[in-house]
């Protein structure tokens, strides 16, 4: 499965952003999907999932504040971030689990200004 991940950039804290995350195959062939972050110096780690039946899965510091959403039509997985604050600037790596077999994007950055 190849990922295109775009929409990151730059934003004040208390803005929003929205990721999208496009594959190469249908959604319906993929058991599921997300977002994991890395900062600098720091572990990768899970901010969100959804699987093909529709399940979320969130990271507690992102709860409330972003949402995680497919759309099967165009084979893309978004993430919605608002309320974005100083800790969640991280490069942002789209991930996808087919059979067992996990796939990453490149990274996108997202960057929130205090």
């Known amino acids: 499965v190849q990922l295109q991940a775009s929409g990151g950039g730059l934003v004040e804290a208390g803005g929003s952003l929205r990721l999208s995350c496009a594959a190469s195959v249908s959604l319906f062939t993929i058991n599921a999907m997300g977002w994991y972050r890395q900062a600098p110096g720091k572990l990768r780690e899970l901010v969100a999932t959804?699987?093909?039946?529709?399940?979320?899965n969130y990271a507690d510091s992102v709860k409330g504040r972003f949402t995680i959403s497919r759309d099967n039509a165009k084979n893309t997985v978004y993430l919605q971030m608002i309320s974005l604050k100083p800790e969640d600037s991280a490069t942002y790596y789209c991930?996808?689990?087919?059979?067992?077999?996990?796939?990453w994007g490149k990274g996108t950055q997202v960057t929130v200004s205090s």
């Open positions: 991930w996808s689990s087919l059979r067992g077999m996990d796939s």
């Open positions: 959804i699987t093909n039946d529709g399940a979320t």
